[in-house]
C-alpha cells in the first residue's frame, strides 16, 4: 500500500504569509495527487489536481507542484477564508490514501 | 450543478447493519466512478470503498474488507454502502464522493453513522 506522510501536522501563520504544506510519497504516483481543504463543519473540496492544476473557483494564490514523489501546497498570501485542514489524496492505487491532515490556523 | 446527498445514517448497536445511499444529480451518473470516504469525530479522512462506472472495478480499504459493500444502480442514479458487523471504531461522518481521472472533484454533505450499545 502506498503510504502518504503529510507534514507539518498543524501551522500557525500571519495574514499574507507564505505557506507550505508537503506530502511524501511512498512510493511513484506520478501527477496523481490532489489537494482538498476542508473548513469546520463542511465537506472537503477540491483544491489542486494532477499535482499542479487548479481546481475552478480555488484563488490563484494556490498552486501545487512536485519533486519526484515529494508534493507540496503553497498558499502565497494566506488569507482568513483558507484557515481550515488541508490534506492531500493519491489516488493512482487502490487502497487509495489520505495524509493525516494539516491543521492551518491564525497567528 | 452536481449534487450528491447522502442518507440512511444513524444510531446502531454493534454487529448491526445499516445502509447507507447517496443519490447524485446534476451529471451523467453511469460516467463515473464513485467512492465512499469516512472520517471519525475530530480525526482525518480515511478512504473506504470504490466502485467503477459499470461496476466493474471494485475495491475496498482492508479496515472494511468483508463487512462492507459497495454498489450502485445506475438508473435510480444511487450509491450505496451496505455495512455488516459494525463496530464502534466505524463510527464516522460518512461522504460519498465523484471520482474523475483519479481525483475526487465533488463531496455529499456527508452522513453520521454512531455504533453504540
Known amino acids: 500500500d502506498i503510504q502518504m506522510t503529510q507534514s507539518p501536522a498543524s501551522l500557525s501563520a500571519s495574514l499574507e504569509e507564505i505557506v507550505t504544506i508537503t506530502c511524501q510519497a511512498s512510493?511513484?504516483?506520478?501527477?496523481?495527487l490532489s489537494w482538498y481543504q476542508q473548513k469546520p463543519g463542511k465537506s472537503p473540496q477540491l483544491l489542486i489536481y494532477?499535482?499542479?492544476s487548479l481546481a475552478d473557483g480555488v484563488p490563484s494564490r494556490f498552486s501545487g507542484s512536485r519533486s519526484g514523489t515529494q508534493y507540496s501546497l503553497k498558499i502565497s498570501r494566506l488569507q482568513v477564508e483558507d484557515i481550515g485542514i488541508y490534506y492531500c489524496?493519491?489516488?493512482?492505487?487502490?487502497?487509495?490514501?489520505f495524509g493525516a491532515g494539516t491543521k492551518l490556523e491564525l497567528k | 450543478e452536481v449534487q450528491l446527498v447522502e442518507s440512511g445514517g444513524g444510531l446502531v448497536q454493534p454487529g448491526r447493519s445499516l445502509k447507507l445511499s447517496c443519490v447524485a444529480s446534476?451529471?451523467?451518473?453511469?460516467?463515473?466512478?464513485m467512492n465512499w470516504i469516512r472520517q471519525a469525530p475530530g480525526k482525518g479522512l480515511e478512504w473506504v470503498a470504490y466502485?467503477?462506472?459499470?461496476?466493474?472495478?471494485?475495491y475496498y480499504a482492508e479496515t472494511v474488507k468483508g463487512r462492507f459493500t459497495i454498489s450502485r444502480d445506475n438508473a435510480k442514479n444511487t450509491l450505496y454502502l451496505q455495512m455488516t458487523s459494525l463496530r464502534s471504531e466505524d463510527t464516522a461522518l460518512y461522504y460519498c464522493?465523484?471520482?474523475?481521472?483519479?481525483?475526487?472533484?465533488?463531496w455529499g454533505q456527508g452522513v453520521m453513522v454512531t455504533v453504540s450499545s
Open positions: 464522493a465523484r471520482r474523475r481521472e483519479r481525483v475526487f472533484d465533488y
Open positions: 446534476g451529471f451523467t451518473f453511469s460516467n463515473y466512478g
Open positions: 466502485i467503477s462506472s459499470g461496476s466493474s472495478y471494485i
Open positions: 512510493q511513484d504516483i506520478g501527477n496523481w
Open positions: 494532477g499535482a499542479t
Open positions: 489524496l493519491q489516488a493512482y492505487s487502490a487502497p487509495y490514501t
